[in-house]
């Protein structure tokens, strides 16, 4: 068992509680770890602080597995998955579509396991899990009597650890897997290995719900970035007239005019493949909405183009307010971590006061019980979602 050490005034917030310990808090060790190793973090003094894994070329040098000093073996792995599941067992009994793991969140860092009906997406995103996945996917297909896995390593995060970004069925040939889930009574089909993320974006289902609250029969609805199609599909549940999606991805808007058909509710949908950040800007006047949803893609992968991210999150906010009638209904949704909740609700500010408009703070929420957010590791909690009156 290799060592590393803890600089002396070093790992403040890890002994707070944070799970990683940074390259530039370690000393520099006599023997190198592996990238994915299996380390003890010591103190200077020898003492013990915890087991995790090591990278040798990653900003994130530490990422911890546990505090005790009994070694973490597939007993180990196997009791975390137990528990994890578990939560999800309580959370959403009846759920066939589910985040079982959540990495850092059930203590098990680089892992990201999603439930689709009877298929399991695994995404890895540490060198450490990447080097347990013999041990880990038997273990999962066991205890959720999976009919197929789906490695979803296609995250440009695997990037950070060395690690090649790849999408395949494990232990077979298959290049389609599809599954039927149920979300708040909407049906849709996930494609499990061409899907975003994971295949479906699950950590939106209850602000979803909550959308379908503040819809009125009759409005007339605009979902940018559509994607699946989820938001739109539930303010057709919930009696709007009519809603244009829209969504740059022709292969989202195919699966979210399926999710449609799926659902009988095609005919008062209309589907549109545009770049939302130019295209919105362009409405006409006349074009007013009674609800908007923008649900974009990240627009900060890193600090460095957090600028840059407020910058795009004022322009959208703006250009949806001028085609939101008064008193209509404003969504939004922003799904880094980098930007933090008070400079996404400035951006909403500033695009207020430049278009003369005021907004009510009717609905906040965030990530669902499926995704907890680990106190100590501001990161995990990345979703953010508000819900406005813009008068």
Same mark, same amino acid.
């Not at 599809?178 to 708040?184: G, K, L, Q, R, S």
């Not at 609250?213 to 699946?228: H, K, M, S, T, Y």
């Given at each position: 068992m290799k060592t590393i050490i803890l600089k002396s005034k070093a790992g403040r917030r890890f002994k707070q509680g944070h799970p990683w310990v940074f390259s530039n808090e370690l000393e520099k060790p006599a023997e190198r770890p $592996?990238?994915?190793?299996?380390?003890?973090?010591? =103190? =200077?003094?020898?003492?013990?602080l915890a087991y995790g894994f090591y990278h040798p070329n990653s900003l994130i040098a530490f990422r911890a597995l546990t505090g005790e000093e009994e070694l973490p073996g *597939? @007993?180990?792995?196997?009791?975390?998955?137990? =528990?994890?599941i578990l939560l999800r067992e309580k959370v959403y009994p009846q759920s066939n579509?589910?985040?079982?793991?959540?990495?850092e969140s059930d203590g098990l860092p680089g892992l990201i396991v999603d439930q689709f009906d009877d298929v399991l997406s695994v995404q890895i995103n540490s060198a450490g899990m990447e080097r347990l996945i013999e041990m880990l996917l038997p273990l999962l297909k066991q205890k959720m009597s999976a009919k197929n896995i789906v490695m979803r390593n296609d995250s440009s995060l695997r990037n950070l650890e060395g690690l090649r970004q790849y999408t395949a069925v494990w232990q077979s040939d298959e290049k389609e897997v @599809?599954?039927?889930?149920? *979300?708040?009574t909407i049906h849709y089909r996930v494609d499990v290995i061409n899907g975003q993320k994971t295949g479906f974006f699950i950590d939106q289902r209850e602000n979803?719900?909550?959308?379908?609250?503040?819809? *009125? $029969? #009759? !409005?007339?609805?605009?979902?940018?970035?559509?994607?699946?199609g989820g938001f739109a599909?539930?303010?057709l549940v919930a009696g709007a007239a009519h809603v244009d999606a829209v969504d740059v991805s022709e292969s989202a808007l195919a699966r979210a005019e399926k999710n449609a058909s799926l659902n009988n509710l095609s005919e008062r949908i =209309?589907?549109?493949?545009?770049?939302?950040?130019?295209?919105?800007? #362009?409405?006409?006047? $006349?074009?007013?909405? !009674?609800?908007?949803n923008l649900d974009p893609p990240t627009f900060a992968s890193n600090r460095k183009s957090i600028p840059v991210a407020r910058k795009a999150y004022r322009k959208l906010h703006g250009s949806a307010m001028q085609v939101l009638k008064a008193g209509g209904i404003l969504s939004t949704a922003c799904c880094s971590h980098h930007i933090s909740e008070e400079d996404f609700l400035d951006s909403i500010q500033q695009a207020a006061i430049r278009t003369g408009r005021q907004c009510q703070m009717l609905f906040r929420g965030g990530p669902p019980a499926d995704h907890p957010v680990l106190l100590a590791m501001p990161e995990s909690g990345y979703l953010k979602f508000h819900i406005f009156r813009v008068l």
């Open positions: $592996e990238a994915g190793d299996i380390v003890s973090l010591r =103190q =200077q003094d020898g003492t013990f *597939e @007993a180990f792995f196997s009791q975390l998955i137990d =528990q994890a579509a589910r985040r079982l793991i959540h990495s @599809a599954a039927d889930i149920t *979300e708040n979803r719900l909550a959308f379908r609250r503040f819809i *009125e $029969e #009759g !409005d007339r609805v605009l979902d940018a970035f559509c994607n699946d599909l539930n303010a =209309q589907f549109s493949k545009v770049d939302v950040m130019k295209w919105l800007p #362009g409405l006409k006047p $006349e074009t007013l909405y !009674d609800v908007v």
